[in-house]
């Protein structure tokens, strides 16, 4: 099979991340915590360091909210019934969204208060 031109895979993984923002309420969420962020972080004008982890984490919650949401899809094609097996795939990958919350959730307040209360 022969590889798309470059700008071709660029377009279709913004129309993902289009698809994302206009279809999955939780990346919606996560996108507005993210704003947030980016007007916190002008606000407050953290340091490179601290703007580079908060950016991380926050943009880490968006990547694993992506691939949760293409393992559900997944499993719904596979398997569009009820099925333990497939609803123990859904749960574990929703696990690994909210690890990566929890994580941002922890830089957020190792990172903010200096700002906040120096």
Known sequence: MRKPPIHTSFRNAFRGLFLMIK?????????????INIFIIFYLQLSKFD????????????????????IERICDIIQPEFDKRIGF???????????????SLIVGILVYPKYLFS
């Open 23 to 35: 279809t999955e309420r939780n990346f919606q969420i996560e996108c507005i915590a993210l704003l």
């Open 51 to 70: 703007t580079a982890l908060v950016l991380i984490v926050s943009f880490g919650v968006l990547s694993t909210e992506i691939l949760n949401t293409a």
């Open 89 to 103: 795939i859904k749960d574990i990958s929703a696990g690994a969204v909210i690890l990566m919350a929890i994580v």
